[in-house]
């Protein structure tokens, strides 16, 4: 069993920066490819962005690539999302994921474990 909690949300200005956490317990936490993905009020959740559990291979939704960046550091068992430039429609509750097992890393559906979202809301 993997335990997910997600933290750093909060309010910010358009153009401004977040940076989000999400640190995970249980054994062998990391050793799963993990993801971050936000659903924001009346919408679908959404796919934001992924890691390899080695730190390799991030891959960005096309809404935020260039904006956004996925890290993760093992030692802490911690994985985090810098977001620079935030946009007004980055407003959204954010998720983190790990274990797509088998699934697309873009495909919310395949994760096995999830943390509880921060809220992320960016004013205008």
């Known amino acids: 069993q993997v335990h997910l909690v997600e933290s750093g949300g909060g309010l910010v200005q358009a153009g401004g920066s977040l940076r989000l956490s999400c640190t995970a317990s249980?054994?062998?936490?990391?050793?799963?490819?993990m993801g971050w993905f936000r659903q924001a009020p009346g919408k679908e959740r959404e796919f934001v962005a992924s890691i390899w559990w080695s730190g390799g291979m991030p891959r960005y939704a096309d809404s935020v690539k260039g904006r956004f960046t996925i890290s993760r550091d093992n030692a802490k068992n911690t994985m985090y999302l810098q977001m620079n430039s935030l946009k007004p429609e980055d407003t959204a509750v954010y998720y983190c994921?790990?274990?797509?097992?088998?699934?697309?890393?873009?495909?919310?559906?395949?994760?096995?474990?999830w943390g509880q979202g921060t809220q992320v809301t960016v004013s205008s």
């Open positions: 994921a790990a274990d797509p097992g088998s699934s697309p890393w873009y495909d919310g559906a395949g994760y096995n474990y």
């Open positions: 249980g054994r062998t936490s990391s050793r799963y490819n």
